[in-house]
């Protein structure tokens, strides 16, 4: 049974700080590419950042130099260091696990149920 645990989400004032995490269960977590994705009210879903099986990164303009994603295989765990926060970053944040097989071809897609991040005074 694969799983996948958000926590660390909450209220912040603007200029604030979170890290949000993420666990990981039921998957070898080492060959899966991780990402961190939002969702506000009324609005699509779109990704934050990304970290691949490699350790590449990649990250959404809005978020470049103030958003941090790392990950630590031995601990099957995700996180993303958010900085500087403001109030368009408020948005439920969802964990992804994606693994892609030899070919590039998406094979398994794993999503977590979420965690609320508000940005306000």
């Known amino acids: 049974q694969v799983e996948l645990v958000e926590s660390g989400g909450g209220l912040v004032q603007p200029g604030g700080s979170l890290r949000l995490s993420c666990t990981a269960s039921?998957?070898?977590?080492?060959?899966?590419?991780m990402g961190w994705y939002r969702q506000a009210p009324g609005k699509e879903r779109d990704l934050v950042a990304y970290?691949?099986?490699?350790?590449?990164?990649q990250y959404d303009d809005s978020v470049k130099g103030r958003f941090t994603i790392s990950r630590d295989n031995a601990k099957n765990t995700m996180s993303l260091q958010m900085n500087s926060l403001k109030p368009e970053d408020t948005a439920v944040y969802y964990c992804?696990?994606?693994?892609?097989?030899?070919?590039?071809?998406?094979?398994?897609?794993?999503w977590g149920q979420g965690t609320q991040v508000t940005v306000s005074s």
């Open positions: 992804s696990a994606k693994y892609y097989n030899d070919y590039d071809i998406l094979k398994n897609d794993y």
């Open positions: 039921g998957i070898t977590f080492s060959i899966y590419d």
């Open positions: 970290i691949t099986s490699g350790g590449t990164t």
